[in-house]
């Protein structure tokens, strides 16, 4: 893998119950509306569970995500091609955690924080209810 070995931790606070959050994190029909303009295979699961293997792209660049943990307040994918390393969310009541670390010629520091402000305004400014 070509690139430099990167992690990162960000936790921020977002206006949103824990119930709210896992839906963001594990529902795709939620997920493909706050990761736009990420783009993901049609083999996307429509709820993340273990075991489960897909792919996303960031432009051109291909991103293979293996689903390695989901429970109440986790999830946790082994992430290779485009970013060889692992993303983990970790969320309650008004917060959430993503801890990334990985090889990659992508910036994934600045890709985390977007991903994160990304997150916050979609849980953010949806119609409640």
Known sequence: MFGS??????RIEVNASE???RDALTQSSQIKQWLWPQT?????PGMLVSGKVFTSWIGPIEIQHHIDVVDTNTLRCIL????????????????VQSRLEGVSLLPLNVGQSLTLLRLKAFLEWRPQG
Not at 40 to 44: R, V
């Open 80 to 95: 290779s091609k485009g970013i060889d390393g692992f993303q983990e969310w970790s969320w309650g009541e008004q917060w």
């Open 40 to 44: 993901f295979s049609s083999d996307l």
């Open 19 to 21: 119930a709210a959050l």
């Open 5 to 10: 070995f990167q992690n990162s931790r960000l």
